[in-house]
Antibody
Framework: EVQLVESGGHLVQPGGSLRLSCAAS????????MSWVRQTPEMGLEWVAS????????YYVDFVKGRFTLSRDNANNSVYLQMNRLRAEDTAVYYC????????????????WGQGTLVTVSS | QSALTQPASVSGSPGQSSTISCTGT?????????VSWYRHHPGEAPTVILY???KRPSGVSSRFSGSKSDNTASLSISGLRADDEAHYYC??????????FGGGTKLTVL
């Protein structure tokens, strides 16, 4: 059974940092792209970032570029999202998702989602 | 990039059909057959119900179907059931290794 378990979300002040973790199990982690998607009441779902199965390619949505860094550890079946210079508008539930690719390259769909971890940015 | 446009809400009676639209541009929905749909019940993880416009993952009911015309994709649900009441989101590849979602549609089963 595929499982994705996020952790690390909590209350942080604007300008602060947070590191989210996602522990994966039930599939060959090193063979899949992984992504983070967040959900806010105002915007709904937003794609945040994706990392290739071997970690050699990473892509980010414009509004997190330069602030968020995605990494993965295939030895420990984990993916991480380092979030710096957090803003109030980053407040969201962050989901770790397994990322399916069309022809191994183009983003196709997200077939498994974790339960999410809540990040609140507020003073 | 602006979010794909979905109606905020739609409704239908049990047994009827309902359709949710998802409008983008010639740079995303109109450019690729990489549109997917997700169902989200509050408190649960979202689940994919369609991908590549009209393909159903294993285990998803044939009551769910998808189509696309120009810059608009559509999700149709036939034989509405009470547990179809949820939020539905569309998503599309938007070029340059980016993904864009719609704002979400709340389906109410009356």
């Amino acid at each position: 059974e595929v499982q994705l378990v996020e952790s690390g979300g909590h209350l942080v002040q604007p300008g602060g940092s947070l590191r989210l973790s996602c522990a994966a199990s039930g599939f060959t982690f090193a063979s899949y792209w992984m992504s983070w998607v967040r959900q806010t009441p105002e915007m709904g779902l937003e794609w945040v970032a994706s990392v290739k199965h071997d970690g050699t390619e990473k892509y980010y949505v414009d509004f997190v570029k330069g602030r968020f860094t995605l990494s993965r550890d295939n030895a420990n079946n984990s993916v991480y999202l380092q979030m710096n210079r957090l803003r109030a508008e980053d407040t969201a539930v962050y989901y770790c998702v397994r990322d399916r690719r069309f022809l191994e390259t183009l983003p196709d769909y997200f077939d498994f989602w974790g339960q999410g971890t809540l990040v609140t940015v507020s003073s | 990039q602006s979010a794909l446009t979905q109606p905020a809400s739609v409704s239908g009676s049990p047994g009827q059909s309902s359709t949710i639209s998802c409008t983008g541009t010639s740079s995303d929905v109109g450019a690729y057959k990489l549109v997917s749909w997700y169902r989200h019940h509050p408190g649960e993880a979202p689940t994919v119900i369609l991908y590549e416009v009209d393909k159903r993952p294993s285990g998803v009911s044939s009551r769910f179907s998808g189509s696309k015309s120009d810059n608009t994709a559509s999700l149709s649900i036939s034989g509405l059931r009470a547990d179809d009441e949820a939020h539905y989101y569309c998503s599309s590849y938007a070029g340059s290794d980016t993904v864009i979602f719609g704002g979400g549609t709340k389906l109410t089963v009356l």
